[in-house]
């Protein structure tokens, strides 16, 4: 019998007893797909904070809205990006955010020309500033970062620069699976929301 918490794993040097992690037990089903998933799930802002502030009747003449770019009124460039906090005694796991962040017009330019290539972490980093209200912390948009480009087509990472706010404190320290829970239990869909495997 395999005690309570451990679950054997069979590798090249016979069988070996794990600890079960507490987060191998969490799933969500994801709401465009309807998939289950085992894990955290990644939090996703669909647009920058400020395409919601132009009226519906505009957005079309005024936005461009792609999944990973975004320009409003030919003035304000936005590029899709991750935040990442990693959760404290789980080494390799983390809570995402993706947070779309606001750049200057030329590092969007050179960004946008280079989206289609493999390598970009050469690129950076770009300098910008939070452009999401994060659910459950104080106001987020306007949160100086630094943007570090990565190679592979993967999506920016956000560092956030040193500041006084709980935000910048939870990416350096990280949080608790608990607080990830909590924090991923706001965000998703009422009736989706995250559960435990039994």
Request: proline share 7%.
């Amino acid at each position: 019998m395999i005690g309570e918490g451990v679950r054997m794993s069979v590798s090249s040097k016979g069988l070996r007893k794990e600890p079960v992690r507490e987060i191998d037990n969490i799933y969500f089903r994801c709401p465009s797909s309807s998939k289950l998933h085992k894990g955290l799930p990644d939090l996703v802002n669909d647009a920058p904070g400020p395409f919601y502030g132009v009226p519906e009747a505009e957005r079309e003449r005024r936005c461009v809205l792609h999944s990973d770019f975004c320009i409003i009124d030919d003035a304000q460039y936005y590029i899709r990006c991750v935040l990442e906090i990693p959760i404290q005694g789980e080494a390799h796991d983390r809570l995402g955010w993706g947070i779309w962040c606001q750049v200057d017009a030329r590092d969007f330019e050179a960004y946008g020309e280079t989206f289609a290539q493999d390598r970009q972490s050469h690129l950076g980093p770009f300098y910008g500033v939070l452009a999401n209200t994060l659910t459950g912390y104080p106001e987020t948009m306007g949160l100086p970062c630094r943007i570090i480009l990565k190679d592979g087509g993967l999506r920016p990472l956000i560092e956030l620069e040193p500041g006084n706010h709980p935000l910048i404190a939870h990416q350096r320290q990280g949080i608790t699976l608990k607080q990830a829970i909590s924090f991923a239990s706001r965000v998703m869909v009422a009736d989706d929301p995250l559960g435990y495997a039994h």
